[in-house]
């Protein structure tokens, strides 16, 4: 039962157009949102959260999206590079209160970024 | 330098014969976590601790032990390994009571083969 879903397994976009990544979740009790990017051989780094108050984050050229209703977020790479082909995915957590320690991850979305 | 170390990087073993990934972080850090990464199944969580002497499990704990006795240390132990848990393994840590919230800090990975 895949809780947090990332139904694109890869995207492939110019230098310098948006890439978009879409993650689904179905818990309505998640409240805190994360997404990590990967690199091979490395391990994944934080790139942005939002939490469930908010609909937006932004952080310089990555905006995070969230559609409560929809149970949905997205990730906005404005303008993309080829630095940022590397796998991305979102996580997911709560309720806040009772859980600040599990963490669910989606399966990743293999972005490329052509010069 | 703030690091996640993960022992071994690599490994192949054979079924039964008991082992263990060590995980260490230099930052003071209260969480830590174990994660697997599997081909379409992106990153699932193992176990997590949210400070010393406390831990539980995540989505997928059957066949792992862990331990928190240090607050730097988070060994993984794998008393009777099987070969459905051949994967690419990585710890992870962050700071504070919010533990899944923060942007976590991920060590480069462990690839264990089981034969």
């Known amino acids: 039962d895949q809780q947090v879903k990332q139904n694109s397994p890869s995207l492939s976009v110019q230098e310098g157009r948006i890439s978009i990544l879409n993650c689904d979740y179905t818990n309505s009790m998640f409240d805190y949102f994360l997404w990590y990017k990967k690199y091979p051989a490395e391990g994944p780094t934080f790139l942005i959260s939002?939490?469930?108050?908010?609909d937006k984050n932004e952080d310089g050229r990555f905006t995070v999206f969230l559609n409560k209703s929809a149970k949905h977020l997205s990730l906005h790479i404005v303008p993309s590079q080829p630095g940022d082909s590397a796998v991305y995915f979102c996580a997911a957590s709560g309720p806040g209160g009772t859980s600040y320690g599990k963490l669910t991850f989606g399966q990743g979305t293999i972005l490329t970024v052509h010069p | 330098e703030a690091q996640v170390t993960q022992n071994p990087r690599y490994l192949i073993t054979v079924t039964g014969k008991k082992l263990t990934v060590t995980c260490s972080q230099n930052?003071?850090?209260?969480?830590m976590s174990w994660y697997r990464q599997d081909p379409g199944l992106g990153l699932r969580q193992i176990y997590y601790?949210?400070?010393?002497?406390?831990?539980d499990k995540g989505d997928v704990p059957e066949g792992y032990k862990v331990s928190r006795k240090e607050k730097r240390n988070f060994p993984l132990i794998l008393e009777s390994p099987s070969p459905n848990q051949t994967s690419l393994y990585f710890c992870?840590?962050?700071?504070?009571?919010?533990?899944?919230?923060?942007?976590?800090?991920f060590g480069d990975g462990t690839r264990l083969s089981i034969l």
């Open positions: 939002i939490s469930s108050i908010k």
């Open positions: 992870a840590s962050s700071t504070g009571l919010k533990g899944s919230n923060q942007p976590q800090h």
């Open positions: 601790s949210m400070n010393v002497e406390v831990t």
């Open positions: 930052m003071n850090h209260e969480y």
